[in-house]
């Protein structure tokens, strides 16, 4: 009786080119000891911000009279601050606000700064003039005081935060999405799509766009970072999220003072401040290196 011989078995690289461009990305960004730092960091932080109404274990604005600035113990695990409330369920609660802000002004520097950055790229002229110097005035400005600027006109709050956090950001998408498009233009298959009677938005967001996205979210990655401690910065000079807001900034500002008699109480926002962009600066530079060509076609 013949025997039926065993399927063959493909080589991993056969295996990976079968995948979608995605999956390969993740698998390669997982594969990174740095990648898998970030991923895990990143993670943590989404679930406590998710799950953080079940897992505080206390309201983050009760004040609890007669346990101010208690050192941690059995019952508060981090400590209290100067108002008797819990630090533990404020670190937890200001997760939400720090991955809240950094989305909202990533997705409008990438919505703004991606969209003018394509078109004013691949039209060229006064366009590309006009768009350019608009952002180029943006950038004269240093983050922080455009920032203080946006929130002074707008007035404080987290939201206001991540609009100017927010604007801040999009000169730095318009500028990488216009180089892509300066490179992406001259291809041969946007030179088809012209033939075929395309026009420029179908070009643009049809053809140029996805062959731009790698490079724009590894930014994303980046600016998320950046926004973060941004908005740390603007709650710690007060002009972030409110009292009785829960913010890793203002606890910041707040604990100065207290700093020789309850150090605990800077100590542990900043660490979970830290953690944070440790896990977002991880993240962006595996997804930089899986998204790269150059480190793909070594890494084979």
Known sequence: MATQAAPAIKPQSERESAQSPWVQSTRRILRNPGGRIGVGLLVFFIAV?????????????????????LAPNGQYLLGTDEFGRDLLSRIIWGTRISLTVGLISVA????????????????GGWVDAVVNRLWDCLLSFPTILLGIAVVLVTGPGAVNAAIAVGISNIP??????????????????????????????RIVFRHIMPNALSPLIVQSAVAMAFAVLLEASLSFLGLGAQPPEPSWGSMLSYSRQFLRVAWYYGVFPGVALTMLLIGLNYFSDAMRDALDPRQINVGR
């Open 49 to 69: 911000a998710i799950f953080a109404p079940l897992i505080s274990p206390y309201d983050p604005v009760i004040q609890h009279a007669g346990d101010e600035l």
């Open 108 to 123: 409008i520097g990438f919505a703004f700064g991606a969209t003018t950055g394509l078109i004013s790229g691949y039209l």
């Open 172 to 201: 730095i998408f318009a500028r990488l999405a216009r180089a892509c498009a300066l490179t992406e233009k001259e291809r041969d298959y946007v030179l088809a799509a012209r033939t075929l009677g395309s026009d420029n938005s």
